[in-house]
Nanobody, 123 residues
């Protein structure tokens, strides 16, 4: 699976962005998908996860109520809608694919990674 993330950019605090991650290959619908982020000087952290069917989602506490993960298996694409953005959301955002049975919060379970897209939130 090859992943291509897009949609990052510069936005003011309180604004919104929608990230997209397009996947190649016919098996996209069998993968759990995750969005991670890495701020300068920090480790890569989980943001949100969605199961292969879309039935199960997980959000890290800091984005609950502001971010929404979704997927369209017909389009081989996973999305991250980000609302009420804060300066602390500034990071490079990565999408990743996990072939496991259950969606995971841990980066080590993800086999495929996109190249990252930069989100900058100004105060």
């Amino acid at each position: 699976v090859q992943l291509q993330a897009s949609g990052g950019g510069l936005v003011q605090a309180g604004g919104s962005l929608r990230l997209s991650c397009a996947a190649s290959g016919r098996t996209f619908s069998s993968y759990n998908m995750g969005w991670f982020r890495q701020a300068p000087g920090k480790e890569r952290d989980i943001v949100a996860v969605i199961s292969w069917s879309g039935a199960i989602t997980y959000y890290t506490d800091s984005v609950k109520g502001r971010f929404t993960i979704s997927r369209d298996n017909a389009k081989n694409t996973v999305y991250l809608q980000m609302n009420s953005l804060k300066p602390e959301d500034t990071a490079v955002y990565y999408c990743a694919a996990d072939p496991g049975l259950m969606p995971s919060r841990y980066a080590k379970t993800y086999d495929y990674w996109g190249q990252g897209t930069l989100v900058t939130v100004s105060s």
